[in-house]
């Protein structure tokens, strides 16, 4: 995954399931990764506008999964990325879905593994709810950040699915 450009400010957030990397261009919260890069020529903010609202939403969100996020974004990727990741927000917490079913959502029913692919390019992890996203049968998959907080990130959203019982 690249890094975004023009990146203005980041922050370390903490998180109960470890630390995670934001960083925001003039736009908006750009990055928003576990075990994130060190990002060590972006100047530390923490006050900037759009990490300071990531960090509160975030915080409520530890605490209230249903909250919903409004920090503006500055995703930056392809169009068909864009529409993936846009497509993503749909999901509510506790909600998941398949990979197909976004490429369907999307209008490119055949693109499922394009889909994956753009998943896993997904700059925001928990804003752009990326883990929401499961395989066809039911069982998670790939996690930039590890099938273990893929599965912890739903129980916390109290995600219904036949695999929670065995997680």
Same mark, same amino acid.
């Given at each position: 995954m690249s890094l975004p450009q023009g990146l203005i400010a980041r922050t370390l957030l903490p998180s109960p399931l470890g630390p995670l990397t934001a960083a925001a261009t003039a736009k908006g919260l750009a990055l928003l990764?576990?075990?994130?890069?060190?990002? *060590? *020529?972006?100047?530390?903010?923490? *006050?900037?506008?759009?990490?300071? @609202?990531?960090?509160?939403?975030?915080?409520?969100?530890?605490? @209230?999964?249903?909250?919903?996020?409004?920090?503006?974004?500055?995703?930056?990727?392809?169009?068909?990325? @864009?529409?993936?990741?846009?497509?993503?927000?749909?999901?509510g917490p506790g909600r998941t879905c398949a990979y197909a079913d976004i490429a369907r959502q999307i209008g490119r029913p055949a693109a499922v593994r394009a889909v994956g692919a753009a998943n896993g390019a997904n700059p925001v992890a928990l804003i752009v709810p990326c883990h929401r996203v499961i395989g066809a049968n039911g069982t998670l998959t790939g996690y930039a950040a590890g099938v273990e907080r893929k599965a912890a990130l739903l129980r916390h959203e109290a995600a219904q699915a036949d695999w929670l019982a065995s997680a």
């Open positions: 990764w576990f075990d994130g890069p060190p990002l *060590d *020529d972006v100047p530390e903010a923490p *006050d900037q506008p759009w990490l300071a @609202q990531a960090a509160n939403e975030l915080a409520r969100y530890w605490l @209230q999964p249903q909250t919903p996020f409004s920090v503006p974004l500055d995703l930056q990727g392809t169009a068909f990325q @864009q529409s993936v990741w846009q497509a993503l927000t749909t999901i």
